[in-house]
């Protein structure tokens, strides 16, 4: 068993992981804060760990972070706040922020815990950036041609 810790946040949505990576202050917490209010549950907050079982990639909150705040988190300018939790979910999809998204993207595919994992990019800016990352989630994983 592999595994490696991001700086990363993720959720749960229908039983599948998405982790949300970029870099600090570029709206990880927000975007999970949205799709939380469509349903989704926290899984990790800032740090996120992903676990090799066999084949299959696992999302986990860090042993390290106490029990007693897994199913909250940070939100900027309201404090601490409990959220719908989950833990342990297979990894579905990456979301890498980032503001110059292509229009037609190729697919993406990122290594982790020797492992590739679906990666997409996402502006989070947009009101619709959820309802994009739902999407994504949604699509089957292309084949390469």
């Not at 570029?26 to 975007?31: F, N, Q």
């Not at 590739?116 to 502006?123: C, F, G, K, N």
């Amino acid at each position: 068993m592999s595994s490696e810790s991001l700086h990363a946040t993720s959720v749960a949505i229908d039983g599948q992981a998405v982790v949300i990576e970029g870099p600090s202050g570029s709206g990880k917490s927000d975007l999970a804060l949205r799709l939380i209010d469509r349903g989704a549950a926290l899984i990790s907050d800032d740090i996120t760990l992903i676990v090799r079982v066999g084949g299959v990639l696992r999302v986990r909150t860090p042993d390290s972070i106490p029990a007693a705040v897994r199913a909250r988190m940070e939100v900027r300018g309201v404090g601490i706040v409990a959220v719908p939790y989950a833990d342990d979910v297979p990894l579905a999809l990456v979301v890498r922020l980032d503001h110059d998204v292509p229009r037609m993207p190729e697919r993406r595919a990122r290594l982790i815990a020797g492992v590739e994992a679906r990666e997409v990019l996402v502006d989070p800016r947009p009101a619709s950036a959820p309802i994009l990352v739902e999407l994504a989630l949604r699509q089957p994983e292309a084949t390469p041609g």
